[in-house]
């Protein structure tokens, strides 16, 4: 048993596998989820998590007095989360399990969006879908937070050069992969699924774009609590801050990609 996490499987590195061979949850945040939760800190609006896993970006809007609507599509780790969840922390706080595309919510309602290491399961028409249901879902001037997988992984050494040279020509999903685990080196190749859409800074700017998101912040992701067999140079995750634009201020700066 983890000591911080009662009730998950024993992690890898780490990591802690998740239940339905989706990957992993990561016990580290990395710094747009962090940044996300700050600037939301003591939101009286809902923020809604999809993906929550075992809840550690969950938890951690808790602490910050933050109303969460938590998501995952495996119901036995939200059942696992709320065994974490400090009885101080219950009343803001609200279970859904099941796929996120099928949950009610109020459009125009929510302060934020969060999903951590979730899109890039997805194909590019479920991703586009996705945004434009978030898109709807906030409030004006709510705030949607990104974290996905690059191809800029040790592990994937063989799909990189397929993912540049789809990227150069200007594929729109140039990581779109079908047959996944076959280029995969990892001894825990059998808890991942076998479809990913790995993302680069272009992909999910234009992508967000598309839906009438205004960019805030977007780069590379280094991502130190990986496995060394997984870990390459910085840029083994994505992240992104949107904002639904209505309420953007007046003279706000356009978005630079960081490149590390």
């Not at 729109?172 to 991942?192: A, Q, S």
Request: hydrophobic share 35%.
């Amino acid at each position: 048993m983890n000591p911080l996490w009662k009730n998950t499987p024993d992690k890898i590195g780490q990591l802690i596998p998740t239940l339905n061979q989706q990957g992993f949850m990561t016990t580290a945040l990395d710094p747009y989820t962090n940044a996300f939760i700050e600037s939301l800190s003591g939101s009286k609006d809902p923020v809604l998590e999809i993906g929550t896993a075992y809840g550690i970006a969950t938890l951690a809007m808790l602490n910050n007095n933050i109303n969460v609507i938590a998501n995952d599509l495996e119901k036995k780790h939200l059942d696992i989360m709320k065994d974490n969840v400090p009885k101080e922390h219950s009343h803001l706080i609200e279970y859904r399990s099941g796929d996120f595309r099928s949950l009610t919510i109020a459009n125009n309602s929510l302060a934020g969006i969060l999903t951590i290491r979730v899109l890039h399961f997805f194909p590019g028409d479920s991703i586009e879908k996705s945004l434009h249901q978030f898109y709807q879902w906030l409030k004006p001037g709510g705030q949607l937070c990104l974290v996905v997988d690059s191809p800029y992984m040790k592990h994937l050494s063989r799909l990189l050069p397929i993912f540049e040279k789809r990227l150069a020509q200007g594929e729109e999903w140039p990581g779109h992969i079908d047959n996944y685990k076959e280029y995969l080196d990892v001894k825990y190749k059998d808890k991942l699924p076998d479809f990913i859409n790995l993302q680069s800074p272009e992909t999910l700017k234009q992508a967000t774009e598309r839906q009438g998101f205004k960019v805030k912040e977007l780069g590379f992701c280094a991502r130190p609590d990986y496995p060394d067999d997984v870990r390459l140079d910085g840029r083994e995750n994505i992240g992104i801050i949107c904002i639904k634009p209505n309420a953007l201020p007046y003279g706000s700066p356009s978005c630079k990609i960081k490149k590390g």
